[in-house]
């Protein structure tokens, strides 16, 4: 059974950096996609980055390009997302999303089917 764990949110100042973590189990790590996504209250919920594990093919939402970077660790099967810069409106619940889409739709799809449980970024300016 797939399994996604979302960690390293924490409150922090404008300007600062944080980088979330994203642990995966169950699955076949290699070939899928996985992504980033926020929402933050009272809001619709957000993508932000996307990864093709196979290819490594990134995509960014134009809100947190040059920002934020996606990356995976196969090894470790973890998922990434470095935030820098963090700023007010960045603050939001993050949650993983993983599924077998493929590399050439990964960055189009926010129906993922499996999900992490969330983690908390709050930035104060």
């Known amino acids: 059974q797939v399994q996604l764990v979302d960690s390293g949110g924490d409150s922090v100042q404008a300007g600062g950096s944080l980088r979330l973590s994203c642990a995966a189990s169950g699955y076949t790590y290699k070939f899928w996609c996985m992504g980033w996504f926020r929402q933050a209250p009272g809001k619709e919920r957000e993508g932000v980055a996307t990864i093709y594990t196979g290819s490594g093919t990134t995509h960014y939402a134009d809100s947190v390009k040059g920002r934020f970077t996606i990356s995976q660790d196969n090894a470790k099967n973890t998922l990434y997302l470095q935030i820098n810069s963090l700023k007010p409106e960045d603050t939001a619940m993050y949650y993983c999303?993983?599924?077998?889409?493929?590399?050439?739709?990964?960055?189009?799809?926010?129906?993922?089917?499996?999900w992490g449980q969330g983690t908390q970024v709050t930035v104060s300016s």
């Open positions: 999303a993983a599924d077998y889409f493929g590399d050439a739709y990964c960055h189009t799809r926010a129906d993922f089917g499996y």
